[in-house]
């Protein structure tokens, strides 16, 4: 699944940020220049939350939110280990360490501040013995004390403990003498953040000071070390076709299209013709990139997996550190740096007070910049701004990210017990199913002629308009929605003669056959959501495809009034109208109504394609339809992305992908028939795979009862389709005005019995729903009546 790769220059940057919320602008716009960061006092408190983009994050917090605290940053390209028996003492030393394999010897990084004081109530020898060994060594951060040997005006009995006993340890100290710290009471500098290595390490090793302070009233250090050190590379599949610019791409294509005209006019198939095409948009824009971003990317199909992993790279970042930056920003930050240099080479007070006055007026700019950007964002947000644009605009804005991967851990083929199951359920050891569907089409008469004729060009440019200001992770093929955008009408028009030949011929390219799988995580711990990334023009076809069926089911009405899911004027909203009517009515007849919410455990994963093809069948569908939709999901080929790193490849040969275009209207037309195993004074409402039933009755035996036998041969039908539905979020509940003990009532499903549940907001989206909005009393344990 992973991949190592020798690397041979770690960087590493200390720094005494005195409080790192107030700078994190600062340290987004040069961490990426570093692999590790060393970070002392950062006045992080246990309530704070604190990330870096591509970086993990280990921290000791301080004794409160204005003291102390110790962090380092590691980038999530480097494997390493936290190392948990470093000695720290409450309010006088912290420490976090952590081990990164190198090629032969290991490396300890521990990133330490010690609280001022001359007499420490530890001995250095504590700290130094709780290293493991063997091992190259790096103690690094704001050790607060003095000697002259490596740069102080004078020591002091912390300073020559330290060297004592470093020197025991066979570690060296290897500044050159350069200030870190700058006394704005006395206006005097010192050497008191040190970095002290191994014996072993010394020649591998170089040490500079940065040219800016950031605000704090330390210099930060920065440490090179020539080491092996391992590497993990990164999947990556993305062509940056955006940066190219819409106006240059679509030119290109225009210069080449006689070369794709005469190309495809040679090919004998519509897959050919298909994956000439891809090709020669692929081959287009890797031309127009620099050969730094191209070289990286191979042919459409990338049939290698090692093709399609790049090294993540340390790099100076080109953007402004926040979108609120301007030129006003970098002048001050320049001019702070200037009067830092003047302060550096001759410390006078004239010196000091300058750079004293330009560090407050760098301040108050950057502050005034903030306040005038956030302003100005506010004032541009309207009506047609989208929320994915509003909360991409606060992370920056906050410097908060994502980050892809869940949990700081050392480089390892092995995965949690909770990814492994999801990832067999998805794809199973099992046999490949063939379904020949010969036989369900002799003789046959379709009603859905709506297929009957090749899809228009202007169904084409309805659907490449919706998409055009959307952006969506590519396929396998790395053509995204941008991309297509950009082609020209000649291009389209050869784009939609090879779809429809495609749909025509009952074709079915093989990159179509090809998903990428990203596990999201749930809320619930160890719960996560596969999304399918496939080919974008699959996406494509799948729309046109849509625009006719969701028309069609929906004139003819081919799905029951009970589903409200992933259907066009209509929403969750029906389903609460609904109940909440049913429960209004039985309340003031005095009746009793029992409800049954029924979740189906991976519902979209367990369609299984025969059972929905004879469903297309009979309805209507037409064979290329019913081919199309075979082809789609009998058989797929998935890699899985866990930890931004590729899985080998994997099969399924059942489920409706989710992230798929088609699926939610495929899943509605699989359990459409739940409705005919449920009679007519047993209601109904359904949203997707979540599913509501319930009886109104004067007595509550009997309403229990009917539901019980409903809901039974509802589980009955679904079983027999091969959906399994989950016994821990199936609830009942019980709505009366009466006051009954709901402890004494049960209905068995199964094996499983259920029992009326209290007020749990966690039960399903339709439950948190209504419930919250019930606003008159239920019976329900714990919740008297009235």
Not at 15 to 33: A, E, M, R, V, Y
Not at 722 to 732: A, F, K, N, Q
């Amino acid at each position: 699944m992973s991949r190592i790769i020798s690397h041979n220059d770690l960087t590493l940057l200390q720094w005494n940020c005195h409080g790192i919320l107030n700078k994190i602008d600062f340290l987004s716009h040069i961490c990426k220049q570093f692999d590790i960061l060393a970070l002392s006092e950062t006045w992080l408190s246990s309530d704070k939350i604190f990330s870096l983009k591509d970086f993990h994050i280990l921290r000791r917090d301080g004794p409160s939110n204005k003291s102390g605290g110790v962090l380092l940053a590691i980038k999530n390209t480097i494997p390493f280990t936290k190392l948990n028996s470093i000695f720290y003492l409450e309010d006088s030393l912290e420490t976090v360490g952590a081990k990164i394999s190198s090629l032969h010897v290991d490396l300890f990084i521990i990133s330490l501040y010690r609280h001022p004081s001359n007499s420490p109530s530890f001995t250095w020898e504590n700290l130094f013995d709780s290293i493991p060994s063997p091992g190259h060594i790096v103690i690094t951060g704001d050790f607060n004390a003095h000697r002259v040997s490596w740069g102080c005006n004078h020591n002091n009995t912390v300073g020559i403990s330290l060297l004592n006993s470093s020197q025991e340890f066979s570690l060296f100290p290897i500044n050159d003498g350069t200030p870190t710290y700058i006394s704005y009471s006395v206006h005097s500098s010192s050497v008191i953040d040190l970095t002290f290595v191994s014996s072993s390490l010394t020649p591998y090793c170089t040490w500079n000071s940065y040219d800016d302070t950031m605000g704090s009233d330390h210099i930060p250090t920065i440490i090179s070390f020539s080491l092996p050190i391992q590497s993990r590379s990164f999947f990556s599949h993305k062509l940056p076709s955006s940066k190219i610019g819409r106006k240059t791409l679509s030119a290109a294509f225009s210069l080449s299209f006689s070369s794709l005209s005469e190309s495809i006019d040679q090919a004998t198939s519509p897959s050919e013709k298909y994956d000439i095409f891809c090709s020669f948009l692929v081959d287009t824009i890797n031309s127009l990139l620099p050969a730094c971003k191209s070289s990286n990317l191979t042919s459409p199909q990338l049939q290698q997996k090692n093709s399609l992993l790049t090294k993540s790279h340390s790099s100076h970042l080109t953007r402004p550190p926040a979108p609120w930056w301007n030129d006003q920003c970098s002048q001050a930050v320049e001019l702070r740096k200037k009067a830092l240099r003047a302060f550096r080479g001759n410390p006078s007070s004239s010196n000091y007070l300058n750079h004293k006055k330009q560090e407050a007026s760098t301040r108050k700019i950057l502050r005034q910049a903030k306040r005038t950007g956030w302003r100005a964002f506010c004032e541009s947000i309207t009506t047609s701004t989208s929320i994915s644009t509003l909360w991409r605009f606060v992370r920056r804005f906050k410097n908060r990210f994502l980050n892809t991967i869940p949990s700081p851990s050392p480089f390892s083929n092995d995965i949690s017990p909770e990814i492994s199951d999801l990832i067999n359920s998805i794809s199973p050891p099992s046999c490949l199913y063939k379904l020949s569907l010969t036989h369900l089409f002799s003789n046959y008469s379709y009603s859905c002629r709506i297929f009957d004729s090749p899809f228009q060009l202007e169904e084409l440019h309805h659907v490449i308009s919706a998409l055009k200001n959307k952006s969506s992770s590519p396929g396998i093929d790395q053509i995204d929605y941008f991309t297509l955008s950009c082609l020209p009408t000649s291009y389209l028009s050869i784009f939609l003669s090879i779809l429809n030949n495609l749909f025509f011929a009952g074709e079915f390219p093989d990159s179509w056959t090809h998903s990428l799988i990203f596990l999201i995580p749930k809320s619930s711990p160890g719960k996560f959501r596969p999304i399918s990334l496939t080919s974008c023009c699959l996406k494509i076809m799948e729309k046109l495809i849509l625009l006719r069926l969701d028309w069609w089911m929906e004139r003819y009405e081919k799905l029951p009034s009970s589903q409200f899911g992933f259907r066009k004027f209509r929403s969750c909203q029906d389903n609460l109208s609904i109940l909440t009517t049913e429960i209004h009515t039985s309340f003031i007849r005095g009746t009793f109504t029992a409800c049954l919410f029924l979740d189906l455990s991976n519902a979209f994963d367990d369609v299984i394609p025969s059972i929905l093809i004879s469903d297309l069948v009979d309805i209507g569908m037409p064979p290329t339809l019913c081919q199309f939709i075979y082809s789609l999901i009998h058989f797929r080929r998935l890699q899985f992305v866990i930890n931004s790193e590729l899985s080998d490849t994997r099969f399924s040969y059942k489920g409706v992908p989710q992230g798929s275009i088609l699926s939610p209207i495929l899943f509605n037309i699989y359990i459409s028939k739940l409705r005919k195993h449920i009679r007519e004074d047993c209601e109904l409402v359904q949203f997707a795979d979540d599913s509501a039933i319930f009886v109104s009755s004067p007595q509550i035996d009997k309403a229990l009862t009917e539901l019980e036998s409903y809901a039974n041969k509802a589980i009955k039908h679904l079983t027999g389709r091969g959906l399994t539905v989950s016994p821990s979020r199936t609830s009942l509940v019980i709505f009366t005005k009466k006051h009954i003990n709901p402890f004494a009532f049960s209905i068995k499903l199964g094996s499983h019995t259920v029992e009326p549940i209290s007020i749990n907001f966690s039960v399903l989206p339709l439950t948190f729903a209504f419930l919250a909005a019930i606003t008159f009393s239920l019976s329900l344990p714990g919740v008297p009546s009235f």
